[in-house]
């Protein structure tokens, strides 16, 4: 039905404005203090956001809504795909950083 396709379509153009508004965020902010304490909190800022951010992207009904957009072949999808991906990217940064600095 293409008037659910629309509508998923609006969902996902959301989403993608919201990924993309996020991680630029995350990439902008900066420790609020000096030395590794504050480097160690900004660093799991950024992972416990992007990370949220990420397990609402997994739930069923999004991975359900992307799948009947993907068999519609949006072209949008290829935006929220790049801009999944990117958050992925920097989700798994923020993770080894502050694993790594935790140590």
Request: negative net charge.
């Amino acid at each position: 039905d293409m008037d659910i396709v629309k509508q998923l379509e609006g969902f996902l153009d959301a989403w993608t404005s919201t990924i993309a508004s996020v991680v630029e965020q995350m990439l902008r902010k900066t420790p609020t203090g000096s030395g590794p304490l504050a480097e160690i909190e900004c660093w799991i800022e950024r992972s416990s956001t992007l990370t949220a951010l990420l397990e609402q992207l997994e739930l069923p009904q999004v991975v359900q809504a992307v799948a009947i957009l993907s068999k519609a072949q949006i072209p949008s999808l290829s935006s929220f795909s790049y801009h999944r991906n990117e958050l992925a990217t920097y989700q798994a940064e923020a993770k080894d950083n502050v694993k790594f600095l935790s140590t």
